[in-house]
């Protein structure tokens, strides 16, 4: 496609709808509305089809014409096209039919749905001629640029709230970037950024590469549909943390439907945040359409512990205009919901899938979610990342010495 | 009475391109006002048609989100630093 014109005609003020040149830029001059990228959908009508998107490779570029890059792609090429599992037994445990497990904690390259946004905002990078690429995140983020930088060989620069979970810092130091820890919550790492990035010439891919790098997550949406057998879900219940995810998700599916891939369906998209940085759940429960931000998040949920979410508004809509709703289990339900999902699915997820455990688990027994519909819940980071959660609520391993006969005993005294 | 007023990227257009700007007054709003009079313009960018600030406008008095303190009245001080930003996704 390297010469083929652009399918995406460029970038549009989701506020005021004014009308901005491709460039790397993420907020309105008007209005400090955000920026989205705006498609030439009669352009892309007949180059898009399952024919040709099941022709392609098992990953998430599979649907390329509907991600905003220019070129070929140039970082990421593998990632996305994770297992959509049928999760039955999980279903049974929580009293429902059909339950579904999108497991985007076996992404690659870094066992988290970032690594979909990444590729899209690192390609993007490359193409506005960047060598130096920087985030702020709180985890999953970094982990993904530092890996996929050090894979394009661009220079990275890391910006995480520095008590984060040792898992998480580990996994993007070891790529070799510049991790800075920052004494302070996400928000003020984030505003720290925002400053940064007006003195710096770099691509902060939150920030100057927003515009595209939040069009990655809608590969998950598709990815989705597609593996339903092109079909929509009931529900879909989404962890939130700035609260794109969840508004990509329902792009995706609006998309689907607006290019005929699949039929209309009234999918209902539910948010799940940790109890104590809840700031869009606890607007939905008030039926307030704007957010009070949380100064300071208290949560073991810390990739999610975002207090002032920048699409927390549209994710508002999101759920108000889809019949969806939030939940916002606390700590202990959390690591119920890992546990849950560990015992009855086999996937150790990290604490933001808790989250959605918890959440989806709150709305089927309130009756918000019917019981007989299908739901998609998706799981977003791998549990090795946040292991400090489950740190003294798991039985620990039996030790005994190597003989038949201790063994013996352990098992009669297990089994009787 | 001067106060230090970081001005962000899409809005430099309007300020000469500089990055920190001057500006008097006892509150947030009086500041605004004032930023309005030296650079004409400035207002309507960061405030809706009711005055009030746009819901993708983060305003911080050294370091601290004014939503947490009194809002558009929140007071402020000479020597103090404001900092106006636009919401960031992140995570
Ligand atoms: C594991 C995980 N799930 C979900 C999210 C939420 O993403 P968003 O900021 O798009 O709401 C994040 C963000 O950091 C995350 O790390
Ligand atoms: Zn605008």
Request: charged share 25%; glycine share 10%.
């Amino acid at each position: 496609m390297k010469d083929s014109k652009p399918l995406f005609k460029g970038l549009i003020c989701k506020e005021c709808s004014a009308r901005y040149n491709p460039e790397p830029i993420h907020v309105c001059e008007q209005c400090f509305g955000p920026l989205e990228v705006e498609y030439d959908y009669e352009a892309i009508a007949p180059l898009i089809s399952r024919d040709i998107i099941q022709s392609r490779a098992p990953n998430m570029w599979r649907y390329r014409e509907l991600l905003p890059i220019q070129g070929d792609v140039t970082v990421g090429e593998h990632v996305g096209f994770t297992p959509l599992v049928k999760a039955d037994r999980l279903a049974a445990k929580l009293g429902v039919r059909e339950l579904w497990i999108k497991n985007d904690s076996v992404n690659y390259p870094t066992l988290s749905f970032k690594d979909r946004v990444v590729s899209v905002a690192l390609t993007r990078a490359k193409e506005f001629g960047y060598d130096t690429v920087a985030c702020a995140s709180t985890g999953n983020l970094a982990n993904s640029v530092a890996a996929n930088a050090a894979a394009a060989g661009l220079n990275s620069f890391v910006f995480i709230p520095s008590d984060l979970e040792p898992g998480k810092v580990l996994g993007s130091s070891v790529y070799g970037t510049n991790v800075i820890g920052i004494e302070g919550t996400y928000d003020q790492v984030n505003r720290l950024c925002s400053e940064i990035g007006g003195r710096f010439p770099w691509a902060f891919v939150n920030i100057n590469m927003r515009p595209y790098y939040a069009e990655g997550s809608k590969a998950m949406g598709y990815e989705i549909a597609e593996q339903l057998g092109w079909k929509l879900p009931d529900h879909v219940v989404v962890p939130m943390a700035g609260g794109s995810l969840i508004t990509k998700i329902k792009k995706s599916f609006d998309e689907f439907v607006k290019l005929g891939i699949v039929d209309a369906h009234p999918t209902h998209i539910h948010g799940a945040q940790p109890e104590n940085c809840s700031p869009i759940v606890t607007a939905v429960k008030e039926g307030k359409d704007f957010f009070r931000p949380v100064e300071k998040p208290n949560t073991i949920v810390k990739s999610l512990a975002i207090g002032n979410p920048a699409d927390g508004f549209y994710s508002i809509q999101t759920m108000n205009e889809t019949g969806g709703y939030g939940e916002n289990p606390n700590d202990d339900e959390v690591v119920e919901g890992i546990r849950l999902l560990a015992e009855y699915a086999g996937v150790f997820s990290e604490t933001a899938g808790g989250t959605v455990v918890g959440a989806a688990k709150r709305m089927i027994e309130a009756g918000r979610i019917n019981p007989d519909e299908s739901i998609v819940l998706c799981i977003t980071g791998h549990g090795l990342k946040t292991k400090e959660a489950l740190e003294g609520k798991l039985p620990p391993p039996a030790a005994i010495k190597p003989s038949l006969k201790e063994f013996e005993a352990l098992y009669a005294a297990r089994t009787h | 009475m001067s106060i230090q007023v970081r001005i962000p990227t899409p809005l430099r257009g309007l300020t000469e391109n500089k990055d920190v700007v001057d500006a008097e007054g006892a509150t947030v709003n009086e500041l605004i006002e004032n930023l309005q009079t030296r650079y004409p313009g400035l207002k309507e960018r960061i405030c809706d048609d009711k005055g009030e600030l746009r819901r993708f406008v983060n305003v911080y008095i050294n370091d601290e989100d004014i939503r947490f303190k009194d809002g558009k009245d929140t007071a402020v001080k000479d020597g103090d630093e404001i900092s106006i930003i636009p919401a960031i996704a992140g995570g």
